[in-house]
């Protein structure tokens, strides 16, 4: 017979149950875009920038990730990480609003999908033990039918992935070439020849074609009185001897929200001054360094003076004459910059290989400036400063390594963000006057109400933070450095020897995009490895290589020992080994034995402690939490009885 306290318990039991679905259905429906994301790196959170270009969003975006998803059972890691890239993208999606929808697509092996992914130039990666190819690649489209990709979603590239898919997104959003005004005293669009022989023709440098291939490039004169509107980005290449007009124009474009990059140089090679006939030496003594010493000082940083960097670790190799003919050498103040002194986190030097500088300077922040200094380009740890007045006169490669002494590592490029101060508080300076001999064009009757118009307020003091990328180089860009360009049967081709161009256009790529762009820091990487089995490791390795050490001494010894002791040869021709030698083999081979031993007693004892620690693991989360939700529940239990129980 059933009793009612029984019944009670069944019937609670059903209930609880049509309750718990009820919770689950309910918050399906209305919960749908609530989400917690309690992961310690905020992993499938974005930024607060990204969420401000996805909300801003006028015209829709569709966003189609191909991911080959019959064909990654044996990549499980790709797998996982498409399965978060799929999660982040979803996250975009919540936060457009409507205005960025997403479809995710399986290329199968030769269906139309797969055509299409290979048509919109997305790359595939070949499968283990199999002849196709998985497909991970994102393609981006708008309503006037722009399109952007991510040709694969390399795992490695992890901590950059917001910021590929939103400066994918803001692209879209944002479809118009973007103007770039680019202002230098070298001759990067070419040179006319100079009469009299004063200066030959000069062509043009090929990083100027190379950006008029991305960007809309606008020529700005080193004389300018103020930047053109349209110019978000100004890239300033040797800013020699510029007058204060123009310091002043390149200041307020700044404190304006203008981004900067800046190429300084000690001692610049490819500035060549017209020489004069009468006096070919003259040249040679002219200065070719360049600064922007009184912004710089508003900004808090500084140019070395009269410096230049070597560096006899990261020296580029050149053939010399010397005393027994051709040598190689390294040249101490040309540089090959590999990815190790690089900034890993910054997106516009963490996918770059090797840079090529030469008579670069040093850059480094002024002490107590508030500005935010974050060096993208270093030397090694083995780099020096050389004076500028000894390399000016084509120094032989061999003297410069007499009494090196390394001075430790030098920042070579440099990013910049704050709040910057005016280099000019006392308001916009005095054009300068009119040369001599010269008519002054006619004046024209201005319109007082225009010119009231015209007149900007100067600026004190940036309303928002500032971005300038300060590089101490300004050789880099010239042909010989990154690129050589040949007569391929009428056609020029360009063979690339170093990624300078590349270090430029990630750079304009970066700060042409929005502030909210900008500010997307680097995310963390999904992987979180044990931290108590890497110090068992560790340990176990330390042992190992103890072990190992001692060995490697001992079989050292013995076998100069063996080299020393004499063969005895006999009438047959063989060579005999003396008992001497044989006792030194025995004692070796029972050292080999013993190093084995030691060695599987090493392994042995570090996977005794891994499968420790991994049973440790099991018991807590597979019967202790358990147990506790158990004893909790029992003491409720036990509370709600005796409070039950009659008095």
């Not at 980005?233 to 700044?254: C, I, M, R, S």
């Not at 900007?456 to 928002?464: F, G, I, N, R, S």
């Not at 007693?601 to 939700?629: C, F, S, Y």
Request: net charge negative; aromatic share 8%.
């Amino acid at each position: 017979m059933i009793t009612s306290s029984k019944l009670y318990g069944v019937l609670g039991l059903v209930l609880a149950g049509i309750l718990f679905l009820g919770v689950n259905l309910f918050s399906h429906e209305a919960l749908r875009g609530a989400r917690v994301d309690v992961t310690d790196n905020d992993l499938y959170t974005l930024s607060a920038g990204s969420k401000r270009i996805a909300a801003g969003i006028q015209e829709p975006v569709t966003l189609r990730l191909y991911f080959s998803e019959s064909l990654s059972e044996e990549t499980s890691g790709l797998r996982d990480y498409a399965q978060r890239v799929r999660e982040l993208l979803a996250e975009y999606v919540r936060a457009g609003a409507g205005g960025i929808v997403l479809q995710v697509v399986d290329p199968e092996p030769f269906s139309d999908d797969e055509e299409k992914a290979v048509a919109y130039g997305l790359e595939s990666a070949p499968v283990p033990g199999s002849p196709d190819r998985i497909f991970f690649g994102l393609v981006g489209t708008n309503t006037t039918d722009g399109q952007e990709i991510i040709p694969f979603f390399d795992p490695r590239r992890e901590t950059s992935l917001e910021y590929d898919v939103t400066k994918l997104v803001y692209k879209l959003a944002h479809p118009d070439k973007r103007v770039v005004g680019l202002m230098s005293s070298l001759p990067l669009d070419g040179a006319p020849q100079m009469p009299f022989g004063a200066a030959p023709q000069q062509e043009p440098w090929y990083i100027t074609r190379h950006l008029r291939e991305f960007f809309d490039v606008r020529s700005v004169e080193p004389t300018a009185q103020e930047i053109p509107a349209d110019v978000k980005v100004l890239v300033l290449v040797h800013p020699k001897n510029l007058p204060d007009p123009t310091l002043y124009a390149l200041d307020q474009f700044v404190l304006r929200g203008g981004n900067l990059i800046v190429f300084v140089d000690p001692l610049c090679e490819a500035d060549q001054p017209m020489q004069d006939p009468s006096n070919p030496f003259a040249g040679m003594q002219e200065p070719k360094g360049s600064n922007l010493g009184r912004l710089f000082d508003a900004w808090g940083i500084e140019l070395v003076a009269d410096s230049v960097v070597a560096d006899r670790k990261a020296a580029i190799m050149v053939n010399v004459r010397g005393a027994r003919g051709q040598e190689v050498v390294p040249f101490v103040t040309y540089l090959q910059i590999g990815p190790d002194h690089l900034d890993r986190q910054d997106v516009v030097t963490a996918d770059l290989g090797d840079l090529k500088l030469g008579m670069a300077g040093a850059l480094q922040k002024k002490e107590g400036a508030g500005v935010e200094f974050t060096p993208l380009i270093e030397t090694s740890d083995e780099a020096r400063l050389e004076e500028e007045s000894r390399l000016r006169f084509f120094p032989q490669p061999q003297d410069l390594l007499k009494d090196y002494a390394p001075q430790g590592r030098f920042t070579l490029a440099a990013r910049l963000r704050g709040r910057f101060a005016t280099a000019f508080p006392e308001g916009k300076p005095a054009a300068p006057p009119e040369p001599e001999g010269e008519p002054s064009p006619p004046e024209e009757e201005a319109e007082p109400e225009a010119d009231a118009e015209a007149e900007v307020e100067p600026l004190q003091e940036a309303a928002d933070q500032c971005n300038v990328i300060v590089v101490a180089d300004a050789d880099m860009l010239s042909d010989r450095f990154w690129v050589s360009v040949q007569d391929f049967l009428g056609t020029q081709v360009a063979y690339v020897s170093s990624q300078n161009a590349d270090f430029l256009v990630y750079a304009i790529e970066n700060l042409s995009g929005s502030n909210d762009l900008l500010g997307i820091p680097s995310r963390k990487e999904f992987s979180r490895p044990f931290q108590r089995v890497q110090e068992l490791q560790q340990a176990a390795q330390e042992r190992f290589q103890a072990s190992a050490a001692q060995f490697q001494e001992q079989l050292r010894e013995t076998q100069n020992k063996l080299r020393n002791l004499r063969f005895e040869e006999q009438g047959s021709g063989e060579l005999v080994l003396s008992p001497e030698q044989r006792a030194e083999i025995r004692k070796l081979q029972e050292d080999e034995v013993r190093l084995q031993r030691e060695l599987r007693n090493v392994q042995l004892e570090l996977n005794k402690d891994i499968d420790r620690l991994g049973r440790t693991m099991k018991v807590i989360n597979i019967a202790l939490i358990p147990a506790l939700v158990c004893l909790a529940a029992v003491g409720l239990g036990l509370g709600r009885g005796r409070r039950r129980k009659p008095r």
